[in-house]
């Protein structure tokens, strides 16, 4: 019953911004983590940031400074406001809901040079 829906992905170009969203359904969202991991074809899924229920964050080295994860749990939703993207930034995003141990479906997120 638990679903995550993310949106926001697509094209752009190296130095612009895209918003990442993740609705969610199925779990009492004001109780969890959650979290944004990303994966590129043929490499491992990594951490990008967390946000706790009280809304302390963390982020991996290579985005910090650039990206911001916040979340409005009146709307069951945590984003992704991805600044300053570099090419290496392509992906997959993936929403997970870290005590339900579940995974969104992912959106593409394509940075050109």
């Known amino acids: 019953q638990v679903q995550l829906v993310e949106s926001g992905g697509g094209l752009v170009q190296a130095g612009g911004s895209l918003r990442l969203s993740c609705a969610a359904s199925g779990i009492i969202f004001g109780l969890n983590t959650m979290a944004w991991y990303r994966q590129a074809p043929g490499k491992q899924r990594e951490l990008v940031a967390s946000?706790?229920?009280?809304?302390?964050?963390n982020y991996a080295d290579s985005v910090k400074g650039r990206f911001t994860i916040s979340r409005d749990n009146a709307k069951n939703t945590v984003y992704l406001q991805m600044n300053s993207l570099k090419p290496e930034d392509t992906a997959v995003y993936i929403c997970?809901?870290?005590?339900?141990?579940?995974w969104g479906q992912g959106t593409q997120v394509t940075v050109s040079s």
């Open positions: 997970y809901a870290i005590s339900q141990n579940y």
């Open positions: 946000i706790t229920s009280s809304r302390s964050t």
